[in-house]
T-cell receptor, first 112, second 114 residues
């Protein structure tokens, strides 16, 4: 059982480039989330999808877009990367909104 | 403002010693409470959770946590630490029962000396 799978694991971008972070879960979970982790700041929610077909902003959505492609997949897109988006990005999923979240192993993104 | 506080940024304990990691939250009502562990280069793994009922909850890897409503705390404990417990520990709070509102503390990094 793979759980939550994120690709890629590492990425270096130049300022202004775009890219999409992929996330897939095989646990038949309804809800999916994207967080970023920065030193000394814990994890902060970027966007979430409570169920297939819905997406909502979290605490730090600026500079990002998301797509809930189907129940399994939830992608995060950076249209024009900035150095401030250098971070570790985590995707997570939960059965529904009031249960614990399961996390992927993260994507380390560096924007130069 | 609603918040989660982990007052200890870094803790060092000797292998075999006991451990307590502190977590305090500031919310109007009792939220859902979680402890996660993150090993270097890895994602977060759930250690334990408190939704309701018995205020002393048992988790994986020999960890336990006690919810104290009067102190707004949910401290994590382990009676005897192993070297493999070295990691970063995050307390998280979900005030509404909707995981979209999950708020994490800033983490406590645990170092274990042999």
């Amino acid at each position: 059982n793979a759980g939550v799978t994120q690709t890629p694991k590492f990425q270096v971008l130049k300022t202004g480039q775009s890219m999409t972070l992929q996330c897939a879960q095989d646990m038949n979970h309804n809800s999916m989330y994207w967080y970023r982790q920065d030193p000394g700041m814990g994890l902060r929610l970027i966007y979430y999808s409570a169920s297939e077909g819905t997406t909502d902003k979290g605490e730090v959505p600026n500079g990002y877009n998301v797509s809930r492609l189907n129940k399994r997949e939830f992608s995060l897109r950076l249209e024009s990367a900035a150095p401030s988006q250098t971070s570790v990005y985590f995707c997570a999923s939960s059965i529904r909104q009031n249960t614990e979240a399961f996390f992927g192993q993260g994507t380390r993104l560096t924007v130069v | 403002a609603q918040s989660v506080t982990q007052p200890d940024i870094h803790i060092t304990v000797s292998e075999g010693a006991s451990l307590e990691l502190r977590c305090n939250y500031s919310y109007g009502a009792t939220p859902y409470l979680f402890w996660y562990v993150q090993s270097p280069g890895q994602g977060l793994q759930l250690l334990l959770k408190y939704f309701s009922g018995d205020t002393l909850v048992q988790g994986i890897k020999g960890f336990e946590a006690e919810f104290k409503r009067s102190q707004s705390s949910f401290n994590l404990r382990k009676p005897s630490v192993h070297w493999s417990d070295a990691a970063e520990y995050f307390c998280a709070v979900d005030p509404t029962g909707t995981a979209s509102k999950l708020t994490f503390g800033t983490g406590t990094r645990l170092q274990v000396t042999l």
